[in-house]
């Protein structure tokens, strides 16, 4: 399949992997075929003449896909039917390779598109490539085989290297990672799909001092920077890491038309900003804001920010966002959401790029850390948390599959000078983002994630929560779980009295005589604990144990006992 085809056609996707989300209606397949050729049409009528080019983010100095996957070349053409021929050379010049073909009919009238899909190569493998049509050519120079890794979300996926806590030092020794490249989208939306991006804010550049922390883009995404510098520590291999990103931005905007329409989401509504977010926002020069308020309209992301990425050869995604869903018009819908963009991204990358992408590449995300000063609402980023992991308290998990993610409720930084909910602790959730992704996107052994109970039940002593053999279990504090009480319905603070390396025990009499306990919950609040102090993390890594929710069944006795291995709906 030719990518002209893939960028007019993309693929509609049939299922989402959480249709049990409470609530949730589907859109008719009629219906999304109508919003979609209005907005492709919309598309048409705004796209103006092109001239013969790569698309914008194909450059010198850039990381293309290496083997098993094959790197996906493309740009545009007015000359429909014109013949171009690529031309590969590696450097030091061993090896030339030879492609050719013609100009297809693109997305719009006088927009033509040529394609190739090279062959595999190795990692660190150095080339130069010449795209030539007619009498005009091009040549990208010192382009190196890697993995390449899109970095996207809001202003703490925005938030850069020199804002962070030890950002200076990052920015000393960027220089001391050449192969490690980066790519900054710079902020655009639009109301229909675009073929190419509108601009380019940083261009393919090795890292150093200048391009990590003094560019044109003044400074590149923490979280995307750090996670990129420890897979390319740990994989000895070239990374590229094309960071696409807006602060205050809703999940509904980087989403396609069709991922919403599955999950219900057909009108628009104010975003509900946290009050943190606001207060620093306002604090801000006008230029400054802009930066972040992004845009809260469907789609208008996905059209300016990531479809004309689409075509390009990647080997996984991570994500930072959900603050600004947190309101209650859209959290409720975000256990849909969220997945659903996922599938989306996975389905139309992997159809737009000749399947050279997979249909089910690694993507990963930090689970929101603390905002307002502990312990804050149990609502709103708690009900974030648990839907960014589709109600299940974990990831990878059968609504999730290849998800890994980095939990940072125990990261407040009620100080920041970007607003309490911009913590700096970025290099926490850069390593905890990379010790998950090299377990599940890279398949290497060992412990990835903080403990997760397996089961309970209730002795004499107390309700003792086991969680298994998998982690050995650092107790910290005694403080972080609540039993809930049926009569009336309310969640009570229950201490560990007790610990193991594999249980905690927790005081059981905490109800009303005669009162049932129907549910137990862990790390339930908006900002559950101090710095690196939460109740339960792992002996290897120091990992926390994510925040989680069970409700209870019982025994023959009317014992109540938790399960961990189903959805749990709040």
């Given at each position: 399949?030719?990518?002209?085809?893939?960028?007019?056609?993309?693929?509609f996707i049939l299922t989402v992997g959480h249709s049990?989300a409470k609530g949730i209606h589907k859109m008719k397949?009629?219906?999304?075929?109508?919003?979609?050729?209005?907005?492709?049409?919309?598309?048409?009528?705004?796209?103006?003449?092109?001239?013969?080019?790569?698309?914008?983010?194909?450059?010198?100095?850039?990381?293309?896909?290496?083997?098993?996957?094959?790197?996906?070349?493309?740009?545009?053409?007015?000359?429909?039917?014109?013949?171009?021929?690529?031309?590969?050379?590696?450097?030091?010049?061993?090896?030339?390779?030879?492609?050719?073909?013609?100009?297809?009919?693109?997305?719009?009238?006088?927009?033509?598109?040529?394609?190739?899909?090279?062959?595999?190569?190795?990692?660190?493998?150095?080339?130069?490539?010449?795209?030539?049509?007619?009498?005009?050519?091009?040549?990208?120079?010192?382009?190196?085989?890697?993995?390449?890794?899109?970095?996207?979300?809001?202003?703490?996926?925005?938030?850069?290297?020199?804002?962070?806590?030890?950002?200076?030092?990052?920015?000393?020794?960027?220089?001391?990672?050449?192969?490690?490249?980066?790519?900054?989208?710079?902020?655009?939306?639009?109301?229909?799909?675009?073929?190419?991006?509108?601009?380019?804010a940083e261009a393919w550049s090795k890292a150093d001092?200048?391009?990590?922390?003094?560019?044109?883009?003044?400074?590149?995404?923490?979280?995307?920077?750090?996670?990129?510098?420890?897979?390319?520590?740990?994989?000895?291999?070239?990374?590229?890491?094309?960071?696409?990103?807006?602060?205050?931005?809703?999940?509904?905007?980087?989403?396609?038309?069709?991922?919403?329409?599955?999950?219900?989401?057909?009108?628009?509504?104010?975003?509900?900003?946290?009050?943190?977010?606001?207060?620093?926002?306002?604090?801000?020069?006008?230029?400054?804001?802009?930066?972040?308020?992004?845009?809260?309209?469907?789609?208008?992301?996905?059209?300016?920010?990531?479809?004309?990425?689409?075509?390009?050869?990647?080997?996984?995604?991570?994500?930072?966002?959900?603050?600004?869903?947190?309101?209650?018009?859209?959290?409720?819908?975000?256990?849909?959401?969220?997945?659903?963009?996922?599938?989306?991204?996975?389905?139309?990358?992997?159809?737009?790029?000749?399947?050279?992408?997979?249909?089910?590449?690694?993507?990963?995300?930090?689970?929101?850390?603390?905002?307002?000063?502990?312990?804050?609402?149990?609502?709103?980023?708690?009900?974030?948390?648990?839907?960014?992991?589709?109600?299940?308290?974990?990831?990878?998990?059968?609504?999730?599959?290849?998800?890994?993610?980095?939990?940072?409720?125990?990261?407040?930084?009620?100080?920041?000078?970007?607003?309490?909910?911009?913590?700096?602790?970025?290099?926490?959730?850069?390593?905890?983002?990379?010790?998950?992704?090299?377990?599940?996107?890279?398949?290497?052994?060992?412990?990835?994630?903080?403990?997760?109970?397996?089961?309970?039940?209730?002795?004499?002593?107390?309700?003792?929560?086991?969680?298994?053999?998998?982690?050995?279990?650092?107790?910290?504090?005694?403080?972080?779980?609540?039993?809930?009480?049926?009569?009336?319905?309310?969640?009570?603070?229950?201490?560990?009295?007790?610990?193991?390396?594999?249980?905690?025990?927790?005081?059981?009499?905490?109800?009303?005589?005669?009162?049932?306990?129907?549910?137990?919950?862990?790390?339930?609040?908006?900002?559950?604990?101090?710095?690196?102090?939460?109740?339960?993390?792992?002996?290897?890594?120091?990992?926390?144990?994510?925040?989680?929710?069970?409700?209870?069944?019982?025994?023959?006795?009317?014992?109540?006992?938790?399960?961990?291995?189903?959805?749990?709906?709040?």
């Open positions: 399949m030719k990518l002209h085809v893939a960028l007019v056609t993309l693929l049990k397949v009629e219906d999304e075929r109508i919003i979609y050729e209005r907005r492709m049409e919309e598309s048409r009528s705004k796209v103006g003449a092109v001239t013969f080019a790569f698309a914008k983010h194909f450059q010198t100095h850039m990381v293309l896909q290496k083997a098993p996957q094959r790197a996906n070349i493309y740009g545009f053409s007015p000359t429909i039917g014109q013949k171009v021929t690529l031309q590969l050379n590696t450097v030091p010049a061993t090896h030339s390779y030879n492609y050719e073909t013609t100009v297809h009919q693109g997305p719009a009238a006088g927009v033509g598109v040529w394609n190739f899909v090279l062959d595999p190569f190795a990692p660190s493998t150095v080339v130069t490539i010449k795209v030539t049509a007619g009498a005009a050519s091009h040549t990208i120079s010192d382009v190196i085989f890697g993995d390449v890794w899109i970095c996207s979300g809001q202003s703490n996926m925005e938030m850069t290297v020199i804002q962070i806590d030890g950002g200076a030092q990052e920015i000393a020794n960027a220089h001391n990672y050449p192969n490690i490249r980066l790519f900054t989208v710079n902020r655009a939306e639009s109301t229909a799909p675009q073929y190419d991006l509108i601009r380019v001092n200048n391009s990590v922390g003094h560019g044109a883009w003044s400074y590149f995404s923490a979280v995307c920077w750090l996670f990129g510098k420890d897979i390319h520590i740990a994989r000895k291999y070239p990374i590229g890491l094309v960071a696409t990103d807006w602060g205050g931005t809703p999940v509904r905007a980087w989403s396609s038309p069709q991922a919403l329409a599955k999950c219900g989401v057909h009108d628009e509504h104010a975003l509900i900003q946290p009050y943190s977010f606001d207060n620093y926002v306002d604090q801000l020069p006008e230029k400054e804001k802009h930066r972040l308020q992004g845009p809260g309209n469907s789609s208008v992301l996905w059209n300016a920010m990531i479809h004309p990425l689409l075509g390009m050869t990647i080997y996984g995604a991570i994500w930072y966002q959900g603050e600004s869903d947190s309101g209650v018009t859209t959290r409720v819908k975000y256990n849909c959401t969220f997945p659903a963009m996922i599938q989306d991204w996975r389905a139309n990358f992997n159809k737009a790029s000749n399947g050279q992408t997979s249909a089910s590449f690694p993507f990963g995300f930090v689970q929101l850390a603390p905002n307002s000063p502990s312990p804050g609402s149990t609502s709103g980023f708690t009900d974030i948390r648990w839907h960014q992991t589709a109600d299940r308290g974990y990831v990878p998990n059968p609504d999730l599959q290849n998800v890994f993610m980095a939990v940072a409720i125990d990261l407040p930084d009620f100080n920041s000078t970007y607003g309490t909910v911009h913590p700096r602790y970025k290099k926490d959730i850069g390593t905890r983002l990379s010790i998950s992704a090299l377990a599940v996107a890279y398949h290497q052994s060992g412990i990835f994630q903080g403990p997760l109970p397996t089961g309970s039940h209730k002795t004499a002593a107390g309700l003792v929560v086991d969680y298994g053999n998998t982690w050995r279990l650092d107790v910290r504090i005694p403080d972080g779980f609540e039993l809930q009480c049926a009569s009336p319905s309310r969640w009570v603070h229950t201490p560990i009295i007790a610990h193991t390396t594999t249980t905690v025990t927790l005081k059981y009499d905490v109800c009303h005589t005669g009162e049932k306990v129907t549910g137990l919950r862990y790390a339930w609040s908006e900002s559950p604990c101090a710095l690196h102090k939460c109740a339960i993390y792992e002996t290897s890594k120091s990992l926390p144990g994510p925040p989680f929710v069970s409700y209870a069944d019982f025994d023959a006795f009317g014992n109540p006992y938790f399960t961990f291995d189903r959805p749990q709906y709040v």
